[in-house]
Protein backbone atom coordinates (compact mmCIF):
# COMPACT_ATOMS: atom_id res chain seq x y z
CA UNK A 1 0.00 0.00 0.00
CA UNK A 2 0.97 3.54 -0.67
CA UNK A 3 3.73 2.32 -2.49
CA UNK A 4 5.25 4.73 -5.49
CA UNK A 5 4.90 7.86 -3.00
CA UNK A 6 7.77 10.12 -3.18
CA UNK A 7 9.49 10.68 -0.48
CA UNK A 8 10.20 13.69 1.56
CA UNK A 9 13.65 14.17 0.39
CA UNK A 10 12.73 13.59 -3.63
CA UNK A 11 10.35 16.10 -3.31
CA UNK A 12 11.52 19.10 -1.04
CA UNK A 13 9.15 21.93 -0.11
CA UNK A 14 8.96 25.18 -2.29
CA UNK A 15 9.92 27.97 -0.53
CA UNK A 16 9.55 30.54 -3.52
CA UNK A 17 6.39 30.52 -4.41
CA UNK A 18 6.57 32.44 -7.76
CA UNK A 19 8.69 30.04 -9.61
CA UNK A 20 6.81 27.07 -8.07
CA UNK A 21 4.74 24.85 -10.63
CA UNK A 22 2.68 23.26 -7.73
CA UNK A 23 1.58 26.84 -6.76
CA UNK A 24 1.70 29.37 -9.48
CA UNK A 25 1.57 27.89 -12.53
CA UNK A 26 3.10 30.52 -15.35
CA UNK A 27 1.14 29.04 -17.84
CA UNK A 28 -1.91 29.25 -16.45
CA UNK A 29 -1.81 32.05 -13.51
CA UNK A 30 -5.56 32.73 -13.00
CA UNK A 31 -6.40 29.15 -12.80
CA UNK A 32 -5.47 28.95 -9.19
CA UNK A 33 -7.04 32.73 -8.39
CA UNK A 34 -9.08 31.18 -5.48
CA UNK A 35 -6.37 29.40 -4.18
CA UNK A 36 -4.00 32.04 -3.97
CA UNK A 37 -0.66 30.21 -2.04
CA UNK A 38 0.82 33.86 -1.46
CA UNK A 39 -2.49 35.48 -0.03
CA UNK A 40 -2.61 32.03 2.51
CA UNK A 41 0.86 33.18 3.61
CA UNK A 42 0.15 36.77 4.21
CA UNK A 43 -3.13 35.98 5.68
CA UNK A 44 -2.34 33.15 7.78
CA UNK A 45 -0.19 35.06 10.12
CA UNK A 46 -3.03 37.43 11.34
CA UNK A 47 -5.38 35.08 11.73
CA UNK A 48 -3.20 32.72 13.63
CA UNK A 49 -1.83 35.46 15.98
CA UNK A 50 -6.04 36.85 16.47
CA UNK A 51 -6.28 33.07 17.87
CA UNK A 52 -3.18 33.32 19.78
CA UNK A 53 -4.15 36.80 21.33
CA UNK A 54 -7.65 35.12 22.10
CA UNK A 55 -5.97 32.41 23.99
CA UNK A 56 -3.76 34.14 25.87
CA UNK A 57 -7.00 36.62 27.22
CA UNK A 58 -9.27 33.49 28.19
CA UNK A 59 -8.43 33.47 32.20
CA UNK A 60 -9.15 37.09 32.05
CA UNK A 61 -12.84 37.20 30.10
CA UNK A 62 -15.88 36.66 31.48
CA UNK A 63 -16.70 32.98 31.04
CA UNK A 64 -20.03 33.49 29.27
CA UNK A 65 -20.75 36.42 27.08
CA UNK A 66 -22.94 39.71 28.26
CA UNK A 67 -24.86 40.09 24.61
CA UNK A 68 -28.38 40.82 24.46
CA UNK A 69 -30.62 38.92 22.03
CA UNK A 70 -29.84 40.57 18.21
CA UNK A 71 -27.36 42.65 19.79
CA UNK A 72 -24.63 41.08 16.90
CA UNK A 73 -27.39 40.13 14.33
CA UNK A 74 -28.36 44.42 14.20
CA UNK A 75 -24.82 45.14 14.12
CA UNK A 76 -23.83 43.71 10.79
CA UNK A 77 -24.47 45.02 7.41
CA UNK A 78 -28.14 43.67 6.52
CA UNK A 79 -27.13 43.31 3.16
CA UNK A 80 -24.26 41.33 1.90
CA UNK A 81 -21.28 43.31 0.04
CA UNK A 82 -21.97 43.17 -3.66
CA UNK A 83 -18.35 44.24 -4.58
CA UNK A 84 -15.90 41.71 -2.77
CA UNK A 85 -13.90 43.07 -0.26
CA UNK A 86 -10.92 40.95 -1.64
CA UNK A 87 -7.47 41.30 0.27
CA UNK A 88 -7.69 44.66 2.00
CA UNK A 89 -11.44 43.21 3.93
CA UNK A 90 -9.62 40.52 5.71
CA UNK A 91 -7.80 42.78 7.94
CA UNK A 92 -11.19 44.28 8.53
CA UNK A 93 -12.91 40.87 8.89
CA UNK A 94 -10.00 39.98 12.15
CA UNK A 95 -11.39 43.63 13.73
CA UNK A 96 -14.91 42.61 13.53
CA UNK A 97 -14.39 39.07 14.63
CA UNK A 98 -11.95 40.07 17.61
CA UNK A 99 -14.25 43.25 18.26
CA UNK A 100 -17.46 42.19 18.08
CA UNK A 101 -18.05 37.93 17.82
CA UNK A 102 -15.26 37.47 20.40
CA UNK A 103 -17.06 39.44 22.40
CA UNK A 104 -20.39 37.40 21.96
CA UNK A 105 -18.76 34.17 22.89
CA UNK A 106 -19.02 31.55 25.35
CA UNK A 107 -15.56 31.16 26.52
CA UNK A 108 -15.79 27.25 26.50
CA UNK A 109 -12.22 27.37 26.08
CA UNK A 110 -11.61 29.29 29.44
CA UNK A 111 -10.32 27.67 32.62
CA UNK A 112 -13.09 28.79 34.15
CA UNK A 113 -15.48 26.70 31.93
CA UNK A 114 -17.13 24.14 34.05
CA UNK A 115 -20.53 23.60 32.39
CA UNK A 116 -22.37 21.00 30.47
CA UNK A 117 -19.69 18.78 29.24
CA UNK A 118 -16.26 20.27 28.01
CA UNK A 119 -15.47 20.57 24.05
CA UNK A 120 -11.60 20.65 23.73
CA UNK A 121 -9.18 21.67 21.59
CA UNK A 122 -5.36 21.81 21.08
CA UNK A 123 -2.93 23.00 19.40
CA UNK A 124 -2.19 20.12 17.15
CA UNK A 125 -6.34 19.53 16.69
CA UNK A 126 -6.40 23.20 15.40
CA UNK A 127 -3.44 22.14 12.63
CA UNK A 128 -5.24 19.09 11.62
CA UNK A 129 -8.68 21.35 11.28
CA UNK A 130 -6.61 23.75 8.80
CA UNK A 131 -4.54 20.85 7.11
CA UNK A 132 -8.02 19.28 6.49
CA UNK A 133 -9.48 22.55 4.95
CA UNK A 134 -6.68 23.65 2.87
CA UNK A 135 -5.95 19.81 1.27
CA UNK A 136 -9.59 20.15 0.56
CA UNK A 137 -10.81 16.59 0.25
CA UNK A 138 -14.13 14.93 -0.06
CA UNK A 139 -13.59 11.03 1.29
CA UNK A 140 -16.98 9.71 0.66
CA UNK A 141 -15.65 6.38 -0.99
CA UNK A 142 -12.19 5.17 -0.60
CA UNK A 143 -11.33 5.76 -4.32
CA UNK A 144 -12.44 9.43 -3.49
CA UNK A 145 -9.52 9.52 -1.55
CA UNK A 146 -7.84 6.72 -0.04
CA UNK A 147 -5.79 8.49 2.31
CA UNK A 148 -8.67 9.59 4.05
CA UNK A 149 -10.08 6.44 4.45
CA UNK A 150 -7.25 4.39 5.31
CA UNK A 151 -5.73 7.13 8.17
CA UNK A 152 -8.55 7.32 9.42
CA UNK A 153 -9.10 3.10 9.67
CA UNK A 154 -5.66 3.73 11.48
CA UNK A 155 -6.40 6.22 13.92
CA UNK A 156 -9.89 4.27 15.10
CA UNK A 157 -7.87 1.10 15.53
CA UNK A 158 -5.38 3.02 17.78
CA UNK A 159 -8.31 4.52 19.65
CA UNK A 160 -10.10 0.84 20.13
CA UNK A 161 -6.31 -0.33 21.36
CA UNK A 162 -6.02 2.66 23.69
CA UNK A 163 -9.42 1.43 24.94
CA UNK A 164 -8.65 -2.22 24.71
CA UNK A 165 -11.83 -2.97 22.96
CA UNK A 166 -12.14 -6.54 21.89
CA UNK A 167 -10.42 -7.51 18.55
CA UNK A 168 -14.34 -8.04 16.69
CA UNK A 169 -14.32 -3.74 16.85
CA UNK A 170 -11.01 -3.76 14.69
CA UNK A 171 -10.49 -3.03 11.31
CA UNK A 172 -8.84 -5.89 10.62
CA UNK A 173 -11.51 -8.22 12.09
CA UNK A 174 -14.51 -10.15 9.98
CA UNK A 175 -17.36 -7.67 10.95
CA UNK A 176 -16.26 -4.91 12.71
CA UNK A 177 -14.56 -1.65 12.71
CA UNK A 178 -15.03 2.24 13.82
CA UNK A 179 -15.55 5.15 11.65
CA UNK A 180 -15.70 9.15 12.87
CA UNK A 181 -18.84 10.67 13.00
CA UNK A 182 -20.26 13.96 13.30
CA UNK A 183 -21.32 13.48 16.87
CA UNK A 184 -22.65 10.83 19.40
CA UNK A 185 -26.08 11.78 18.18
CA UNK A 186 -25.47 10.79 15.22
CA UNK A 187 -24.08 7.26 16.26
CA UNK A 188 -27.05 6.66 18.20
CA UNK A 189 -28.81 7.07 15.39
CA UNK A 190 -26.89 4.93 12.92
CA UNK A 191 -26.91 2.11 15.79
CA UNK A 192 -30.78 2.42 16.41
CA UNK A 193 -31.05 1.93 12.19
CA UNK A 194 -29.17 -0.53 12.40
CA UNK A 195 -30.89 -2.70 14.90
CA UNK A 196 -34.11 -1.56 13.55
CA UNK A 197 -32.52 -3.47 10.23
CA UNK A 198 -30.98 -6.38 11.73
CA UNK A 199 -34.12 -7.16 13.92
CA UNK A 200 -36.56 -6.53 10.62
CA UNK A 201 -34.68 -9.13 8.57
CA UNK A 202 -34.78 -11.86 11.44
CA UNK A 203 -38.73 -11.05 10.97
CA UNK A 204 -38.56 -11.28 7.66
CA UNK A 205 -42.38 -10.84 6.46
CA UNK A 206 -43.49 -10.78 9.64
CA UNK A 207 -44.92 -7.41 11.26
CA UNK A 208 -44.42 -6.56 14.74
CA UNK A 209 -43.96 -3.09 16.60
CA UNK A 210 -40.42 -2.12 17.48
CA UNK A 211 -39.47 -1.03 21.13
CA UNK A 212 -36.66 0.71 21.70
CA UNK A 213 -35.09 1.11 25.32
CA UNK A 214 -32.73 3.68 27.63
CA UNK A 215 -32.68 4.64 31.19
CA UNK A 216 -34.76 7.97 32.00
CA UNK A 217 -31.17 9.36 32.36
CA UNK A 218 -29.75 8.45 28.72
CA UNK A 219 -29.35 11.64 26.30
CA UNK A 220 -32.47 13.08 24.83
CA UNK A 221 -30.76 12.13 21.45
CA UNK A 222 -32.09 8.59 22.01
CA UNK A 223 -35.95 10.15 21.92
CA UNK A 224 -34.46 12.07 19.04
CA UNK A 225 -33.08 9.44 17.17
CA UNK A 226 -36.56 7.60 18.32
CA UNK A 227 -38.31 10.12 16.26
CA UNK A 228 -36.32 10.90 13.37
CA UNK A 229 -36.39 6.87 13.03
CA UNK A 230 -40.07 7.08 13.16
CA UNK A 231 -40.71 5.14 16.56
CA UNK A 232 -42.02 8.28 18.11
CA UNK A 233 -44.11 11.03 17.07
CA UNK A 234 -42.56 13.54 19.53
CA UNK A 235 -40.48 13.04 23.19
CA UNK A 236 -42.83 11.78 25.03
CA UNK A 237 -44.72 9.18 22.79
CA UNK A 238 -43.62 6.22 24.70
CA UNK A 239 -45.72 3.76 22.51
CA UNK A 240 -41.98 2.38 21.29
CA UNK A 241 -40.00 4.25 23.41
CA UNK A 242 -39.35 2.87 26.74
CA UNK A 243 -37.54 5.05 29.49
CA UNK A 244 -36.55 2.53 32.36
CA UNK A 245 -35.76 3.95 35.92
CA UNK A 246 -32.59 4.22 37.62
CA UNK A 247 -31.34 3.09 40.73
CA UNK A 248 -29.74 5.36 43.69
CA UNK A 249 -26.48 5.74 41.64
CA UNK A 250 -28.59 6.97 39.10
CA UNK A 251 -27.84 4.06 37.03
CA UNK A 252 -30.18 2.04 35.04
CA UNK A 253 -32.33 -0.39 36.77
CA UNK A 254 -31.69 -4.00 34.86
CA UNK A 255 -34.29 -5.77 36.83
CA UNK A 256 -36.85 -2.96 35.81
CA UNK A 257 -35.19 -3.21 32.10
CA UNK A 258 -35.05 -7.06 31.67
CA UNK A 259 -38.86 -7.30 32.91
CA UNK A 260 -39.94 -4.91 30.16
CA UNK A 261 -37.96 -6.23 27.29
CA UNK A 262 -39.57 -9.74 28.17
CA UNK A 263 -43.05 -8.20 28.44
CA UNK A 264 -42.96 -6.46 25.47
CA UNK A 265 -41.27 -9.65 23.46
CA UNK A 266 -44.08 -11.76 25.07
CA UNK A 267 -46.48 -9.32 23.94
CA UNK A 268 -45.78 -9.65 20.42
CA UNK A 269 -43.56 -6.40 20.52
CA UNK A 270 -40.00 -7.03 18.57
CA UNK A 271 -37.29 -4.87 20.82
CA UNK A 272 -34.82 -3.68 18.76
CA UNK A 273 -32.71 -1.27 20.38
CA UNK A 274 -31.21 -0.68 23.89
CA UNK A 275 -28.85 1.95 24.82
CA UNK A 276 -26.77 1.92 27.04
CA UNK A 277 -25.71 5.09 29.20
CA UNK A 278 -21.65 4.88 29.76
CA UNK A 279 -21.48 8.50 31.73
CA UNK A 280 -24.64 10.05 31.59
CA UNK A 281 -25.06 13.74 31.23
CA UNK A 282 -26.92 14.68 34.50
CA UNK A 283 -24.53 12.69 37.06
CA UNK A 284 -22.08 10.77 35.07
CA UNK A 285 -23.73 7.68 36.16
CA UNK A 286 -22.85 4.12 34.04
CA UNK A 287 -24.72 1.42 33.30
CA UNK A 288 -24.07 -1.94 33.47
CA UNK A 289 -22.97 -3.01 30.09
CA UNK A 290 -22.52 -6.57 31.30
CA UNK A 291 -26.04 -7.09 32.53
CA UNK A 292 -27.44 -5.53 29.50
CA UNK A 293 -26.15 -7.76 26.86
CA UNK A 294 -27.22 -10.52 29.05
CA UNK A 295 -30.51 -8.99 28.90
CA UNK A 296 -30.42 -9.13 24.77
CA UNK A 297 -28.89 -12.28 24.79
CA UNK A 298 -31.68 -14.07 27.33
CA UNK A 299 -34.43 -11.88 24.51
CA UNK A 300 -32.45 -13.83 21.70
CA UNK A 301 -32.83 -17.66 23.26
CA UNK A 302 -36.23 -16.75 24.47
CA UNK A 303 -38.30 -15.13 22.04
CA UNK A 304 -35.71 -14.91 18.73
CA UNK A 305 -35.24 -11.43 18.38
CA UNK A 306 -31.81 -10.38 19.82
CA UNK A 307 -31.74 -6.04 19.99
CA UNK A 308 -29.04 -4.36 19.44
CA UNK A 309 -27.08 -3.01 22.33
CA UNK A 310 -25.28 0.67 21.73
CA UNK A 311 -23.20 1.75 24.50
CA UNK A 312 -23.29 5.60 24.36
CA UNK A 313 -20.02 6.82 26.13
CA UNK A 314 -20.06 10.42 24.83
CA UNK A 315 -18.00 12.18 27.30
CA UNK A 316 -16.96 9.45 30.01
CA UNK A 317 -15.58 6.91 26.99
CA UNK A 318 -12.47 9.61 26.96
CA UNK A 319 -11.58 8.31 30.29
CA UNK A 320 -11.94 4.59 29.26
CA UNK A 321 -8.25 5.08 27.83
CA UNK A 322 -6.88 5.08 31.47
CA UNK A 323 -7.10 1.48 32.64
CA UNK A 324 -7.99 2.38 36.21
CA UNK A 325 -11.41 3.17 34.04
CA UNK A 326 -11.26 0.64 31.62
CA UNK A 327 -13.58 -1.24 34.06
CA UNK A 328 -16.59 0.87 32.85
CA UNK A 329 -16.78 -1.09 29.94
CA UNK A 330 -17.11 -4.54 31.22
CA UNK A 331 -19.31 -6.87 29.19
CA UNK A 332 -18.47 -4.35 25.88
CA UNK A 333 -17.53 -7.74 23.88
CA UNK A 334 -21.28 -8.09 24.17
CA UNK A 335 -22.57 -4.60 22.59
CA UNK A 336 -22.71 -4.13 18.93
CA UNK A 337 -21.67 -0.47 18.69
CA UNK A 338 -19.78 1.76 21.13
CA UNK A 339 -19.53 5.64 20.83
CA UNK A 340 -17.34 8.33 22.17
CA UNK A 341 -16.37 12.01 21.32
CA UNK A 342 -12.80 12.63 21.28
CA UNK A 343 -14.12 16.17 20.85
CA UNK A 344 -15.47 16.59 24.50
CA UNK A 345 -12.53 15.54 26.38
CA UNK A 346 -9.65 14.45 24.26
CA UNK A 347 -8.23 17.35 22.81
CA UNK A 348 -9.48 17.22 19.67
CA UNK A 349 -11.86 20.04 18.04
CA UNK A 350 -15.64 19.62 17.51
CA UNK A 351 -16.58 17.88 15.57
CA UNK A 352 -15.46 14.20 15.95
CA UNK A 353 -17.06 11.34 17.26
CA UNK A 354 -16.02 7.43 17.55
CA UNK A 355 -18.59 5.05 16.30
CA UNK A 356 -16.94 1.18 16.40
CA UNK A 357 -18.98 -1.43 15.59
CA UNK A 358 -18.80 -5.35 15.58
CA UNK A 359 -21.39 -5.56 13.05
CA UNK A 360 -21.00 -3.32 9.98
CA UNK A 361 -22.67 -5.65 8.01
CA UNK A 362 -26.10 -4.89 9.21
CA UNK A 363 -24.69 -1.16 9.75
CA UNK A 364 -24.06 -0.77 5.63
CA UNK A 365 -26.74 -2.84 4.80
CA UNK A 366 -29.09 -0.37 6.77
CA UNK A 367 -27.40 2.76 5.19
CA UNK A 368 -26.53 1.77 1.66
CA UNK A 369 -27.81 3.08 -1.48
CA UNK A 370 -25.40 3.08 -4.52
CA UNK A 371 -26.28 4.80 -7.59
CA UNK A 372 -24.46 4.91 -10.80
CA UNK A 373 -22.70 7.70 -10.25
CA UNK A 374 -20.53 6.43 -7.30
CA UNK A 375 -20.02 3.25 -8.74
CA UNK A 376 -15.86 2.33 -8.95
CA UNK A 377 -13.55 -0.22 -9.32
CA UNK A 378 -12.33 -0.31 -6.02
CA UNK A 379 -15.52 -0.59 -4.16
CA UNK A 380 -17.16 -3.54 -6.27
CA UNK A 381 -13.63 -4.70 -5.57
CA UNK A 382 -14.87 -5.33 -2.04
CA UNK A 383 -11.47 -5.14 -0.91
CA UNK A 384 -12.06 -1.43 0.42
CA UNK A 385 -13.90 0.80 3.04
CA UNK A 386 -16.27 3.47 1.49
CA UNK A 387 -17.53 4.86 5.23
CA UNK A 388 -20.43 7.10 3.30
CA UNK A 389 -22.01 3.99 4.30
CA UNK A 390 -21.47 3.80 7.99
CA UNK A 391 -23.13 7.32 8.68
CA UNK A 392 -25.36 9.41 7.55
CA UNK A 393 -24.03 12.07 5.36
CA UNK A 394 -22.63 10.85 1.67
CA UNK A 395 -19.87 13.42 2.13
CA UNK A 396 -17.37 13.27 4.54
CA UNK A 397 -14.27 15.91 5.54
CA UNK A 398 -10.99 14.60 6.50
CA UNK A 399 -11.72 14.62 10.31
CA UNK A 400 -8.65 11.78 10.79
CA UNK A 401 -5.89 14.07 10.58
CA UNK A 402 -6.71 16.18 13.62
CA UNK A 403 -7.14 12.89 15.77
CA UNK A 404 -4.32 11.19 14.36
CA UNK A 405 -2.14 14.61 14.81
CA UNK A 406 -3.12 14.70 18.72
CA UNK A 407 -2.62 11.21 19.46
CA UNK A 408 1.22 11.28 17.94
CA UNK A 409 1.47 14.89 19.87
CA UNK A 410 0.17 13.67 23.07
CA UNK A 411 1.30 10.04 23.07
CA UNK A 412 -1.23 7.28 24.88
CA UNK A 413 0.52 8.30 28.44
CA UNK A 414 0.22 12.25 27.46
CA UNK A 415 -3.53 11.87 26.81
CA UNK A 416 -4.14 9.71 30.08
CA UNK A 417 -2.44 12.15 32.26
CA UNK A 418 -4.05 14.66 31.19
CA UNK A 419 -7.75 12.87 32.02
CA UNK A 420 -5.91 12.32 35.21
CA UNK A 421 -5.42 15.84 35.99
CA UNK A 422 -8.90 16.81 35.56
CA UNK A 423 -9.70 13.29 37.81
CA UNK A 424 -7.52 14.39 40.60
CA UNK A 425 -9.18 17.96 40.00
CA UNK A 426 -12.22 16.62 40.67
CA UNK A 427 -11.51 14.50 43.71
CA UNK A 428 -10.48 17.98 45.14
CA UNK A 429 -13.54 19.66 44.74
CA UNK A 430 -15.37 16.92 46.02
CA UNK A 431 -13.61 16.92 49.09
CA UNK A 432 -14.30 20.72 49.11
CA UNK A 433 -18.07 19.76 49.16
CA UNK A 434 -18.02 17.33 51.40
CA UNK A 435 -15.89 19.09 54.08
CA UNK A 436 -18.29 21.95 53.78
CA UNK A 437 -21.42 21.68 55.56
CA UNK A 438 -23.06 24.16 53.81
CA UNK A 439 -23.43 21.29 50.77
CA UNK A 440 -23.76 17.88 50.03
CA UNK A 441 -22.86 15.74 47.10
CA UNK A 442 -26.22 14.79 45.29
CA UNK A 443 -24.73 11.59 43.38
CA UNK A 444 -21.48 9.73 43.34
CA UNK A 445 -18.61 11.85 41.82
CA UNK A 446 -18.19 10.12 38.10
CA UNK A 447 -14.39 10.98 37.27
CA UNK A 448 -14.55 14.52 36.70
CA UNK A 449 -17.88 15.24 37.30
CA UNK A 450 -19.24 16.40 40.82
CA UNK A 451 -23.16 17.33 40.89
CA UNK A 452 -23.48 18.89 44.46
CA UNK A 453 -26.30 21.25 45.96
CA UNK A 454 -26.77 23.50 49.16
CA UNK A 455 -28.23 21.04 51.84
CA UNK A 456 -31.70 22.11 53.48
CA UNK A 457 -31.98 24.60 50.70
CA UNK A 458 -34.92 23.67 48.15
CA UNK A 459 -34.45 23.87 44.29
CA UNK A 460 -35.08 27.48 44.08
CA UNK A 461 -32.57 28.49 46.11
CA UNK A 462 -29.77 26.40 44.76
CA UNK A 463 -30.86 27.58 41.10
CA UNK A 464 -30.09 31.70 42.51
CA UNK A 465 -27.11 30.05 43.95
CA UNK A 466 -26.21 28.89 40.54
CA UNK A 467 -27.21 32.01 38.90
CA UNK A 468 -25.35 34.20 41.26
CA UNK A 469 -21.96 32.05 40.46
CA UNK A 470 -22.96 32.71 36.81
CA UNK A 471 -23.42 36.40 37.15
CA UNK A 472 -19.47 37.14 38.15
CA UNK A 473 -18.37 35.81 35.09
CA UNK A 474 -15.52 34.08 37.05
CA UNK A 475 -16.73 30.72 36.57
CA UNK A 476 -19.55 29.07 34.62
CA UNK A 477 -21.10 26.47 35.85
CA UNK A 478 -24.58 24.47 35.04
CA UNK A 479 -27.62 22.46 36.79
CA UNK A 480 -29.66 19.09 35.98
CA UNK A 481 -32.41 17.77 37.93
CA UNK A 482 -32.26 14.35 38.84
CA UNK A 483 -34.94 12.00 39.34
CA UNK A 484 -35.90 10.51 42.65
CA UNK A 485 -34.85 7.17 43.07
CA UNK A 486 -35.22 4.57 45.59
CA UNK A 487 -33.90 6.57 48.45
CA UNK A 488 -32.97 10.18 47.50
CA UNK A 489 -35.98 12.72 46.12
CA UNK A 490 -36.66 14.45 42.60
CA UNK A 491 -33.51 17.05 43.06
CA UNK A 492 -32.10 20.31 41.28
CA UNK A 493 -28.28 19.97 41.50
CA UNK A 494 -25.68 21.87 40.01
CA UNK A 495 -22.80 20.30 38.00
CA UNK A 496 -19.22 20.55 38.18
CA UNK A 497 -17.42 19.49 35.18
CA UNK A 498 -13.92 19.82 34.84
CA UNK A 499 -12.39 19.50 32.09
CA UNK A 500 -11.45 22.35 30.10
CA UNK A 501 -7.98 22.23 28.85
CA UNK A 502 -6.62 24.91 30.96
CA UNK A 503 -7.84 23.85 33.91
CA UNK A 504 -5.98 24.11 36.65
CA UNK A 505 -5.70 23.01 40.27
CA UNK A 506 -5.58 26.69 41.06
CA UNK A 507 -8.95 27.68 38.84
CA UNK A 508 -11.19 25.14 40.41
CA UNK A 509 -9.92 26.28 43.82
CA UNK A 510 -10.95 29.89 42.90
CA UNK A 511 -14.27 28.39 41.54
CA UNK A 512 -15.11 27.21 44.78
CA UNK A 513 -14.09 30.07 46.70
CA UNK A 514 -16.62 31.80 44.36
CA UNK A 515 -19.05 29.42 45.27
CA UNK A 516 -19.19 30.00 48.46
CA UNK A 517 -18.93 34.00 48.50
CA UNK A 518 -22.25 33.48 46.62
CA UNK A 519 -24.19 31.32 49.31
N1 LIG B 1 -24.73 11.33 24.93
C1 LIG B 1 -24.30 11.83 26.09
C2 LIG B 1 -24.15 10.93 27.28
C3 LIG B 1 -23.98 13.19 26.19
O1 LIG B 1 -23.56 13.70 27.35
C4 LIG B 1 -24.14 14.02 25.06
C5 LIG B 1 -23.83 15.45 25.15
O2 LIG B 1 -23.34 15.96 26.10
C6 LIG B 1 -24.60 13.44 23.87
C7 LIG B 1 -24.89 12.10 23.85
C8 LIG B 1 -24.79 14.26 22.64
O3 LIG B 1 -23.54 14.62 22.16
P1 LIG B 1 -23.36 15.21 20.68
O4 LIG B 1 -23.36 16.68 20.82
O5 LIG B 1 -22.01 14.67 20.26
O6 LIG B 1 -24.45 14.69 19.83
Keep these: ?10 TPPSTSPSTSPSTSPSN ?11 LLRRQTAAAVELIARYWNSLDSRPVRSAVKPGEIYDAMPPVPPSKGLGEAGFSEALRTIEGLFV ?24 LGELLSAGLGVQGMLWATSPACTEVESRVVDWLAQMLDLPEAFLTRSANGGGVIQSTASEATL ?32 IIKAAMIAGLARHPEDARHARFIPVGDDFSMDTGALRARVMADAASGMAPCFIC ?17 VAIADECGRRHGIRPWVHADAAWLGSACICPEFRHLLRGIEGVDSFAFNPHKWMLTNFDCDCFFTRDRASLTASMSVTPEYLRNAASESGGVIDYRDWHVPLGRRFRALKLWLVIRHYGVEGLREYIRGHVAMAENFEQLVVADG ?29 DAVNATGRAYLTHTVLPAT ?4 KR ?9 ATTTPEHVRAAWDTICSCV
Design 492 to 500: LVLRMAIGA
Design 276 to 292: ASVGTTGSGACDDLAEI
Design 28 to 38: TPSTYAHLDAD
Design 103 to 126: PGLTHWQSPNFFAFFPANISTPAV
Design 438 to 466: RFELCAPRSASLVCFAMKDRDDAENKRLL
Design 1 to 10: MLTGMPTPSS
Design 190 to 221: SALVAGRWRVQRALGEEERPLAIYASTQAHSS
Design 486 to 489: PSRP
